[in-house]
Every structure is written in C-alpha cells, then in structure tokens.
C-alpha cells in the first residue's frame, strides 16, 4: 500500500470526522490544517471566511509537521466555503508540491452539493487525481453511512 497522508482543514468538525475515518481504514498519518488567526463566531464566520475564500486569500497556517515528500498519496480535504476550498487549504496547496502525487479529494458542504467538488484539478500543479468524493454535512446527515461510504472509497484510492 503506497504511504499515505491525510491533510484538512476543518471549522466544526465534519471535514475532520471524514478524515479520521479515511486514516483509520488505510492506517495513514493525518495533519489538520489551522490558520495563525482564527476565525470569528456566529454569523460573521461566513462573511470572512465566505470573502477569503471567493477572494482567493492565503492565510498564515501553524508549521505543518509532515514532510511531503514522504507520502506517495496525498488525500485532501476541505469545506466548502462560498462554493469554495476553504483558504487554510489554498496556503497548503501553494505552499507544498504536488508534483507526481496520487491526490484524492474529499469536500464536506451544506446544500450546495452542485458546487461541492470545487477544488479545481488545475490548482494543483502536476499531480495524478486519484478521486473525489463529498458529504454533506456528515455530523447532521448519518455519521456512520458516511462513515461506511468514505471508508469503503479510501481503500479503493490507495
Ligand atoms: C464561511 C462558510 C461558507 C460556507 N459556504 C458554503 C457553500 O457555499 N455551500 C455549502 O454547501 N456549504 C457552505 N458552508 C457550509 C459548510 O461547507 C459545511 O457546514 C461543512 O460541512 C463544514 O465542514 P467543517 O465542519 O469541516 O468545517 C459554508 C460554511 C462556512 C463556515
């Protein structure tokens, strides 16, 4: 099995729970992805974050402790923020080459499923997409169908 990482961004939870998910079936290393500066709560989290998305920001992100270099598989995941990746993954995507990486995408979003699958292969540099797959809101729509779904996809990535 080629040595994988799973690397996302997460603000309440759903990104995360489908990444520990992918980690414990495949028995990859896991990073979260966090910015130097948070975010604000309530309702003026979708306006920054909804803004720094569609505006195409690169916010500070705390030292990512894994070398790239390393893993031959790289799964990435995002929210969706205003049809969006979240901005914490466009730092990581700039920061770090993907050349000549397997890269698997998994999104989690709310209604908006038509827009969910936005990270656009071209912002990846030159690397082979393995594949995608999203979830909508998995925390509030069936954990462990979600759960069952991304675990049976993981294996088939790798
Ligand atoms: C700033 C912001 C913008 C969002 N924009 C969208 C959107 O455009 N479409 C959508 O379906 N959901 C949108 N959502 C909802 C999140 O994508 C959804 O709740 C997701 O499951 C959150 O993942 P997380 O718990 O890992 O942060 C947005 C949420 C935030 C905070």
């Known amino acids: 099995m080629p040595k994988a990482l799973v690397v996302y961004y997460s603000l309440e939870g759903n990104t ?3 990444a ?4 414990a079936e495949i028995g990859a290393d896991i990073f979260e992805l966090k910015t130097k500066k948070q975010l604000p ?10 803004f ?8 500070e992100i705390l030292p990512i402790e894994k070398k790239l270099e ?14 969006k990746y979240a901005p914490a993954v466009r730092t990581f995507i700039k920061t770090f080459n993907l050349e000549g990486k397997n890269v698997a995408i ?21 690397c082979k997409i393995a594949g995608r797959i999203d979830f909508q809101q998995p925390l509030d729509h069936g ?4 759960a069952k779904e991304v675990r049976q996809w ?3 990535m790798v």
């Not at 520990?20 to 980690?23: D, G, L, P, R, V």
């Not at 709560?41 to 974050?49: N, R």
Request: proline fraction near 4%.
């Open 154 to 156: 993981a294996k088939k």
């Open 143 to 146: 954990k462990d169908a979600a």
């Open 106 to 126: 998994f999104c989690c979003h709310g209604d908006s499923k038509e827009r969910a699958l936005s990270l656009p292969a071209s912002d990846l540099g030159k």
């Open 70 to 83: 390393d893993y031959e598989m790289v799964f990435i995941g995002t929210p969706v923020w205003a049809g």
């Open 41 to 50: 709560g309530g309702f003026l989290k979708y306006i920054i974050g909804g």
């Open 20 to 23: 520990e998910n992918i980690a």
């Open 52 to 59: 720094q998305a569609v505006s195409k920001k690169t916010p």
């Open 16 to 18: 995360r729970f489908i």
